[in-house]
């Protein structure tokens, strides 16, 4: 992600470090802010996911950006509650291509490219991004990862940069914990 400052006074980042918060997610902006062209053309974010999760468990999932045309790539996503809290906790499992980051003053946990990982020069569809996430607990809950990826055309500058926003829900799969033996017993009577 190749950010200008001064296209957004204030803003400081580039493809080596992208700052945090620019997810898409509740009070936060997208890469759009410096690259423009927020969800248009025929560009998209893939996430390979499982189905649902299972509280207290390791998940690897890839992110991936493709749009034909363009060469340098980058993402940034955050894991947040339905009430827009940071869950769960991402794990960095590619440090050559990913960097994980924490803002201290909301909590919230960041996944992002690095340098390595625009993989510039590479056509059509980023290779993608590998990472872990480990659920909550023992409850299970509402969670949504929040992702913005950027298909950049390589030029160093925002213009012909194209920025996806895509979300990743989980609902809550309607476990109730505080069920009874007793209760239990009742359904097979």
Sequence with gaps: MVLAASIAPGVSGSATVPPNAFTGAPGEQTCALCHG?????????IITAPDTYIPG?????????????????GFELTVLD???????????????HTQYSFDSTTGREYLKHTEAGTYDGWSDVSPGW???WVSP?????PVTFY???????????????????????????????????????????
């Excluded at 468990?57 to 790539?73: E, F, K, N, P």
């Design 137 to 141: 607990g023992n409850e299970a809950r």
């Design 57 to 73: 468990v390791w998940i690897d999932l890839t992110v991936q950006v493709a749009m034909d045309g363009q060469s340098r790539w």
């Design 147 to 189: 992702i913005v990826g950027n298909a950049a055309n390589g030029s160093g500058f925002p213009d012909g940069d194209y920025v996806y926003t895509q979300t990743l829900t989980y609902q809550d799969t309607g476990v109730d914990d505080k069920r009874t033996w007793g209760m239990i017993k009742a359904l097979y009577r």
């Design 37 to 45: 062209n927020l969800n248009v053309g025929d560009g998209s974010i």
């Design 82 to 96: 339905a009430n827009d809290l940071p869950v769960g906790n991402i794990i960095e499992t590619d440090p050559v």
């Design 130 to 132: 590998e990472f872990t």
